[in-house]
């Protein structure tokens, strides 16, 4: 089973439109979907409508929202994160999450498609095309 870390722009774009393809995480079999109380507030702050505050309160309801680690350990050897990311990994590497999903490209870009303390680090469509490969190589229905 993936337990997938969701950043906080994940959870933004997700509830930022109803109809938004991110939805499909929620959808995913065998998936836990995890994220922290630090990315949560990020995204409801970012979020300017009720709605949009609505939907992302109903996406979190149905996942893991850990808290902040209260200490704050430092980063593994040769990753560098401005300090505003740091939690996000950290939240992810103390859920014991086996995937980090971002879009942030400019800081976390460097990171995809790498595995830090046992987290690999992707943009949602790489996770999703993952999710299918398995799928077909396995012969199971896609997920949906």
């Known amino acids: 089973m993936d337990r997938v870390f969701l950043d906080a722009n994940v959870l933004f774009s997700a509830a930022y439109r109803k109809e938004c393809g991110l939805l499909r995480l929620w959808k995913l079999s065998e998936v836990e979907l995890i994220t922290s109380s630090f990315a949560a507030e990020e995204a409801t702050r970012n979020l300017s409508t ?15 929202v850990v808290d902040e680690p209260l200490s704050r350990p430092a980063l593994p050897p040769g990753i560098v994160l401005p300090e505003k990311d740091v939690p996000i990994l950290m939240a992810a590497l103390q859920a014991s999450a086996t995937q980090l999903l971002t879009g942030d490209k400019r800081h976390f870009g460097p990171l995809f498609g790498k595995s830090v303390g046992g987290v690999l680090i992707l943009p949602p469509a790489t996770y999703f095309g993952a999710r299918k490969a398995s799928d077909e190589s396995t012969g199971n229905p896609p997920s949906n």
């Open 50 to 64: 009720d709605a949009g505050r609505g939907r992302l309160n109903e996406l979190l309801d149905k996942m893991i």
